[in-house]
């Protein structure tokens, strides 16, 4: 699907979200049966499939970051301009791989067996991959959605003195260490994780069409299509 955005100006709920999805549907399109359990987990492997194509693509944005910063910084302490665009890209891909493996009430969600199975062991050993994936985890838990005493991050306290027109002034302040990225060995496992990932995902999808089809009957197919195509535009 094509990316757009538009503007709400009511309060968002559901159904106004659905409304203007449903306005903006491409031509002799109808929408699918909401009810109907392959077509839940239709929707369910979509949004899943959509969560690790953002997270392909902030895995790639981080790596150009990280080029870049090669090419114009030779010191290994520099002033930052764009640390607050590495920290987002590095919280929202960690959050976002994740989110695919949380179980909840409302969308199906994968586990490690989507990795143990087929994982081409060609690019990596199972168990180096499941290592990695639990890695990540652990950084989400640990560091991203809690604030947990974390080996990626120090915080300390310290007070500054200043002899100012003969009075000895004292100001507490912070200074604080992160980490907002990934080794670029790391990132290029990232990348293959998600992308084998998406890859499991798709074939998934592509299973639950062809019950979708099985469930309408052709000719149900046949009937709807022909009432979507006579519908005025």
Known sequence: MDERSFKIFDSITKGKLTEHLIGRLPPN???????SKFVKQFIDYCSIESDLEMVKRSISELSNIRIEEYKKHKKDDYEDPILLVKRSLFISTIIGYCRCFNSSKGRLSINQNFIKRNFPSSLMSVDNTIEFHNKIVEIRNNYIAHANNYHLEQVIGFIQFEYKNGHL??????????????????????LILASFLMEQIHSKKERV??????????????????????KPH
């Open 29 to 35: 399109s109808t929408v699918l049966d909401p009810t």
């Open 169 to 190: 002034e004292s100001r507490m302040n912070y200074a604080q260490a992160a980490n907002y990225s990934f080794h670029e060995d790391e990132l290029e496992k990232f």
């Open 209 to 230: 069409s062809t019950k979708i089809i099985e469930e309408m009957t052709f000719e149900g197919l046949m009937r709807l299509g022909v009432e979507t195509l006579q």
